[in-house]
């Protein structure tokens, strides 16, 4: 199965990427705070600078009322310096004749007193402005609108300016110009042209409006909530954010004219102002851009030339492991110094892993074969020793001598079985009990010659050659001593030797019958019975018999080591 490395998107918490973007963040955090104040800075002059424009457009929307208003104060003052004409009627009415065949936008101009009729206008005969203007109030400089005019018949603006001095005037001066005209025309720059521009005096009776067709309802459904015009008179400039009468949002700016006379607002949608909710308008928005363009950068940077490039690496070692494959491809083009580095520390490791492998298999190959002729010829050596003993067998008269040479023959005959089977084994080291105890057993049933019925049970269990040299010997003894005991009351005896293993542990089991005589059911005694306790105590358990229903039993329990279990698992 082909491995591939870690998908880019599946990120872990320990993982590299998620570290370098936290360190990253905290090093970017100092340049975030300073960004951050730096664009709310920028934005806070931003803000000042629209409300400028915004200010400025209002006030240049309404110089024409404020040039009217300073124009007629300045005639007024100039009358009062030429006081004299004021007593003389008919010099009086042609010099205010003359002042508005010269001015151009007013269309009338008299001199209210401050009793008594008018008798000094450029219009002829008598007009009454005394009610108009409202002498009865402070003396200050008084701008209306008068519906239907004073000559010409159409909407007027009157300004009333005192002459002689506003503390105690003689009179009043006013002009009489036409409101449409004193509107003046819209803002040139449609970008900048407000929805309502609208002029008022200190007391907020509007003046002049742009546009000029706006109905007085369509007015006020543009003005804030909660505030009269009157409140909005005020000698300092400014522009706030309001919700007008019909619940939209709307930024308005206040601009004084002339302080105590005139005012000047205007209302923008915030699109035109500037000042739109939205996120290009947000403080935060270029420091957490900043910040997600680091980041994405590092972490490209970082899976490109580390992640990827380490992953691949690993994949390589995880294949090398487990199967002893070397890719021996050149790191790919880009790689950095490092990586490479630990590429071709990794090659030169594997190789060196692979050239040791190989050298140890081919010792633990020649030792294999050393060990298989040791084997071999020791099991060639004991043969001979064993055809020795034969031959001394045949040549000795007395019977005794002869039956313990036989019986040393048949332990070199089963250390022989023994080494036959290791030089025989896969790799010679754990051998497999099962034909050693079977070649054993059938070399002592040979001596018996058929007067013995016997029956084998042994099971494969593979042990290490330090278990099987005295389970061999004592099988040996024990078989030999039970067809020296074995009788029956009836017909042939019976013996059997069963092998079983039981979890981590194994039994052997030796039966045989007997006569049932008193001495045939005393416990065994002399050097046999000693030599199969030394060699249950080798094998790690102790020897216990006993005779029950005409039957001698021998049984000894051994546990079987790990590695034999193991290999007896596989098999």
């Not at 004084?256 to 035109?272: I, K, N, R």
């Not at 078989?479 to 030797?497: D, K, Q, T, W, Y």
């Amino acid at each position: 199965m082909t491995e591939t490395p870690r998908p880019w998107w599946r990120l872990r918490l320990d993982g590299l990427a998620l570290r370098v973007a936290t360190f990253l963040t905290i090093a970017l955090l100092p340049l975030g705070l300073i960004a951050l104040w730096q664009t709310r800075e920028y934005q806070r002059e931003t803000e000042r600078r629209a409300e400028l424009s915004l200010l400025a457009v209002t006030e240049q929307g309404a110089a024409g009322v404020a040039q009217l208003i300073e124009r007629a104060r300045g005639a007024g003052e100039s009358l009062a310096v030429v006081a004299d004409l004021l007593d003389d009627p008919d010099t009086c009415s042609d010099y205010l004749g003359r002042l508005v065949a010269g001015s151009g936008p007013y269309n009338f101009v008299g001199f209210v007193p401050a009793s008594g009729p008018v008798t000094c206008s450029s219009s002829e005969g008598p007009v009454d402005l005394g009610g108009l203007i409202g002498l009865g109030g402070p003396p200050r400089v008084h701008v209306q609108v008068h519906p239907g005019g004073l000559v010409s018949g159409e909407d007027v603006l009157i300004i009333a300016v005192p002459v002689g001095g506003e503390a105690a005037p003689q009179g009043y001066l006013a002009f009489s110009v036409s409101r449409e005209r004193a509107a003046g025309p819209p803002p040139a720059a449609a970008g900048l042209r407000p929805q309502v521009l609208l002029t008022f005096d200190v007391e907020g009776e509007v003046l002049t409006v742009q546009p000029r067709d706006l109905d007085g309802q369509a007015l006020m459904g543009l003005l804030a909530q909660g505030r009269s015009l009157a409140q909005e008179a005020s000698d300092s400039s400014r522009v706030y954010e309001a919700i007008d009468a019909e619940g939209e949002d709307r930024v308005y700016t206040v601009a004084p004219l002339v302080p105590d006379v005139a005012y000047a607002m205007a209302v923008w949608s915030p699109q035109q102002a500037g000042q739109g909710i939205g996120p290009a308008s947000s403080p935060l928005l270029f420091p957490l851009l900043m910040w997600a363009t680091s980041l994405l950068v590092a972490f490209w940077a970082i899976h490109r030339l580390v992640i990827r490039r380490v992953a691949r690496l690993g994949v390589r070692m995880r294949r090398f492991g487990r199967d002893r494959s070397l890719d021996d491809r050149p790191p790919g083009y880009g790689t950095p110094h490092e990586l490479r580095e630990i590429e071709d520390a990794f090659r030169q490791m594997a190789t060196a892993i692979l050239h040791d492998e190989a050298r140890m298999e081919n010792a633990f190959r020649e030792r294999g074969v050393l060990l298989r002729e040791v084997h071999h010829r020791v099991k060639n050596n004991l043969q001979l020793i064993s055809s020795i003993i034969s031959m001394q067998i045949r040549r000795m008269p007395e019977a005794r001598v002869r039956a313990i040479l036989r019986r040393l023959q048949d332990r070199v005959l089963t250390l022989a079985s023994i080494y036959r089977s290791l030089y025989t084994s896969p790799d010679m080291g754990d051998v497999n009990a099962a034909p050693v105890l079977r070649a054993i057993v059938e070399q002592e049933l040979r001596g018996a010659e058929g007067r013995v019925e016997a029956t084998l049970d042994i099971e494969d269990i593979v042990l290490d050659p330090d278990k099987v040299v005295p389970l061999a010997f004592l099988t040996a003894e024990a078989v030999s001593n039970a067809l020296v005991r074995a009788a029956a009351a009836e017909g042939r005896p019976s013996l059997s030797i069963a092998l079983h293993r039981d979890g981590e542990r194994a039994t052997l089991r030796i039966a045989n019958s007997v006569d049932g005589t008193p001495a045939a059911e005393e416990p065994p005694r002399g050097l046999g019975q000693h030599l199969i306790q030394a060699f249950a105590a080798q094998v790690g358990g102790p020897a216990r018999s006993e005779v029950r229903d005409g039957l001698y039993r021998l049984s000894v329990t051994f546990p079987i080591d790990s590695a034999a279990e193991h290999e007896t698992a596989e098999a």
